[in-house]
T-cell receptor, first 112, second 108 residues
Framework: EAGVTQFPSHSVIEKGQTVTLRCDPI?????LYWYRRVMGKEIKFLLH????????ESGMPNNRFLAERTGGTYSTLKVQPAELEDSGVYFC??????????FGSGTRLTVV | TQLLEQSPQFLSIQEGENLTVYCNSS?????LQWYRQEPGEGPVLLVT?????EVKKLKRLTFQFGDARKDSSLHITAAQPGDTGLYLC????????FGAGTTVTVRA
């Protein structure tokens, strides 16, 4: 089966610009997660979708981040306006149960 | 406050040697998961442990879960260069809380 697909793989934007990251989960996986690793820190949870509903968005840093999941399929994470501290690697993961997470390769975001 | 502490942070050994990575949690999670991550890729799930005292084996990898379900270890026997990577433990409670990881380098 196809894995979790994320794009772009890399994005370099200027402070104040907008960036949209996309994640295509494994087909049939109801659970979709966004995580982020900033330089020198551990991977941290951002939010969790069950189908198209936000189950938990307690990890979202602030209201510059907006996540959506259209029709319970792919998800987008928009950062607007981007700040320097938003730089990092953004991972998407999907699962059918809580025991089997599959991660994408991540999007490396650099804000300059 | 970091919930999961991993040690050591870095580990460099010769091919054929054994190694152990530790993960200690300040909380009890529903399960504890071990992942391996290579550069440019996302974490790949190795194993999930749920029950205190549980031991799981995956070829040359042995995972142990402490009786109190707060500590875990990953032991690799006769390490090979292909075992090189970042090893992460994560506690699961409807979402994952990751440790900072242990970077393992196996020299040929």
């Amino acid at each position: 089966e196809a894995g979790v697909t994320q794009f772009p793989s890399h994005s370099v934007i200027e402070k104040g610009q907008t960036v949209t990251l996309r994640c295509d989960p494994i087909s049939g996986h109801d659970n979709l997660y966004w995580y982020r690793r900033v330089m020198g820190k551990e991977i941290k949870f951002l939010l969790h979708f069950v189908k198209e509903s936000k189950q938990d968005e307690s990890g979202m840093p602030n209201n510059r981040f907006l996540a959506e999941r259209t029709g319970g399929t792919y998800s987008t994470l928009k950062v607007q306006p981007a700040e320097l501290e938003d730089s990092g690697v953004y991972f998407c993961a999907s699962s059918q149960t809580y025991y089997g997470y599959t991660f994408g390769s991540g999007t490396r975001l650099t804000v300059v | 406050t970091q919930l999961l502490e991993q040690s050591p942070q870095f580990l460099s050994i010769q091919e054929g040697e054994n190694l152990t990575v530790y993960c200690n949690s300040s909380s009890v999670f529903s399960s504890l998961q071990w992942y391996r991550q290579e550069p440019g890729e996302g974490p790949v799930l190795l194993v999930t442990v749920v029950t205190g005292g549980e031991v799981k084996k995956l070829k040359r990898l042995t995972f142990q879960f402490g009786d109190a379900r707060k500590d875990s270890s990953l032991h690799i026997t006769a390490a090979q260069p292909g075992d090189t990577g970042l090893y992460l433990c994560a506690g699961e409670d409807y979402k994952l809380s990751f440790g900072a990881g242990t970077t393992v380098t196996v020299r040929a």
